[in-house]
């Protein structure tokens, strides 16, 4: 039974809290619906930028204040860029939640965006970019995605390049702010150990003020190109991914579809492609997959890594399961072993308040309405067998599926 609590304040921020009586913490997000995919042209980056600089001080505390008020007193304090979305979060007991409130909201609200302090932090993001670029295991997932979807808004890199980064100045990053953290955008969210009315008046107090008006629209569903990428590096392993256009999050009935073709073939430890590419043959240390679903479109990727002479070998195996999916579907007890399994994480993941916290803000962004786990359950529990083949052969047809590798070719 849900005991889920929404406040909408006059301006349209969003506030979620979801007591739970049993836990002696709480943890806090602060959420901007905006992302790399709403960056223009010559902004490429300056979202992931930001959530760098609302960390560098504001008008009534220095970067280590911020720092200091939050892990100084037994917390965690983090942040994240996603295409679609910002988060600011920290984790807290549960007394400390309007201090941790209050930190976060004085970041979004009151950062000095001081020009030295940008300066450095542009060159922290460079060394940021550079990192990514040496470790290949980590860099072929962003060029995957921008060789399948080019120039399209979900294809480009979170990131940016440093050229685009060191182009910024003071005064774009206060335009982008300006223009995408409006009321409309924001969403806080608590799970833990709180009083519902105590955050609603808390976020009336900080966040009440804060300007409404924005616009959105939706960009048009990428269309991933085919064909293989090979880049040569000088390296150890060939690191890859294999993969094609997925779904977007609003196509609602194929999600656990998703999720379910997903852990079948590469998910966990018992899946297709870990048993028979690592366990029965040895050719890799680790193989995977995983979904990523946005507004417009999604994704669906195999990644791995292993050695050039067993490269051919590896990519034939893949093909395969892809192959077999398409044909036969699951196996009756591998179908139901896998909707368990799903089933368990989900309610497993109820047990962290981190968890549940990002899973009723997701929600709210993308839906805007609560998605109980009951009604996460029965989706999920109504899937066939058919409708996992079905989706395998929309999305893993050969001319659909590209490669991108790197390695010593």
């Given at each position: 039974?849900?005991?889920l609590?929404?406040?909408?304040l ?10 739970v ?6 943890a806090?997000g ?9 960056e223009r042209?010559?902004?490429?980056g300056?979202?992931h ?5 609302l ?8 970067s280590?204040?911020?720092a ?5 007193r037994?917390?965690?304090l983090?942040a ?10 920290c984790?807290?007991l ?6 941790g409130t209050?930190v976060?909201?004085?970041m979004?609200l ?11 932090e542009?060159?922290v993001?460079c ?5 990514s670029q ?7 997932h ?16 979170i990131?940016?390049t440093?050229?685009?980064v060191?182009?910024?100045r ?7 702010m300006?223009?995408?953290?409006r009321?409309?955008n ?6 833990g150990?709180?009083?519902p009315?105590?955050v ?8 009440g ?8 629209s939706?960009p048009?569903?990428p ?7 090979e880049?040569?590096?000088d390296?150890?392993q060939v690191?890859?991914c294999?993969g094609?256009?997925?779904?977007s999050?609003?196509?609602?009935e194929?999600l ?10 590469g998910?966990?430890m018992?899946?297709?492609l ?7 043959r040895g ?5 995977g997959?995983y ?6 479109g999604?994704?669906y ?10 490269w051919d ?6 093909r ?8 036969d579907?699951?196996?009756?007890d591998e ?11 989900l309610v497993?993941?109820?047990e962290?308040?981190s968890?549940?916290m990002m899973?009723?803000?997701?929600n709210?962004l ?7 786990v009951?009604e ?5 529990n ?6 996992v083949?079905?989706l395998?052969n ?11 590798a790197?390695?010593?070719?």
């Amino acid at each position: 039974m849900s005991n889920l609590n929404k406040f909408t304040l006059d301006n349209g921020v969003r506030i979620l809290v979801e007591p739970v009586s049993h836990v002696k913490s709480a943890a806090v997000g602060l959420w901007c619906k905006t992302g790399s995919r709403h960056e223009r042209d010559d902004e490429a980056g300056i979202t992931h930028l930001i959530e760098h600089m609302l960390f560098k001080g504001t008008d009534k505390r220095t970067s280590k204040q911020i720092a200091e008020s939050i892990e100084g007193r037994g917390g965690v304090l983090n942040a994240f860029t996603d295409k679609e979305s910002t988060c600011y979060y920290c984790r807290v007991l549960s007394d400390d939640v309007a201090n941790g409130t209050d930190v976060l909201t004085d970041m979004m609200l009151h950062s000095k965006f001081d020009p030295k302090e940008l300066e450095t932090e542009e060159g922290v993001v460079c060394e940021e970019i550079k990192r990514s670029q040496d470790e290949p295991s980590d860099h072929v997932h962003e060029l995957h995605l921008e060789y399948r979807w080019g120039q399209h808004a979900l294809g480009k890199p979170i990131i940016g390049t440093e050229e685009s980064v060191l182009s910024f100045r003071r005064e774009n990053i206060v335009a982008y702010m300006d223009r995408q953290y409006r009321a409309e955008n924001v969403l806080l969210s608590v799970a833990g150990n709180v009083d519902p009315e105590e955050v609603r008046q808390v976020a009336q107090e900080v966040l009440g003020k804060l300007p409404s008006g924005v616009t959105d629209s939706m960009p048009s569903r990428p269309e991933g190109k085919g064909g293989t990428h090979e880049i040569a590096k000088d390296t150890e392993q060939v690191h890859f991914c294999i993969g094609s256009d997925g779904i977007s999050i609003y196509e609602e009935e194929l999600l656990p579809v998703m999720s379910i073709l997903d852990s079948a073939l590469g998910g966990s430890m018992s899946s297709r492609l870990f048993q028979e590419v690592r366990e029965k043959r040895g050719l890799v240390y680790s193989i995977g997959s995983y979904t990523l679903t946005y507004g417009a479109g999604g994704a669906y990727t195999v990644y791995g890594g292993t050695s050039k002479k067993n490269w051919d070998e590896v990519k034939e195996l893949v093909r395969k399961e892809f192959n077999k999916l398409m044909s036969d579907g699951l196996e009756t007890d591998e179908f139901e072993r896998v909707k368990r399994m799903l089933a368990g994480n989900l309610v497993l993941a109820l047990e962290g308040m981190s968890s549940r916290m990002m899973r009723m803000s997701r929600n709210e962004l993308n839906f805007q309405r609560e998605v109980t786990v009951e009604e996460s359950l029965e989706r999920l529990n109504r899937v066939t067998n058919n409708q996992v083949r079905d989706l395998a052969n929309r999305i893993l047809t050969e001319d659909l599926v590209s490669t991108t590798a790197i390695g010593p070719f």
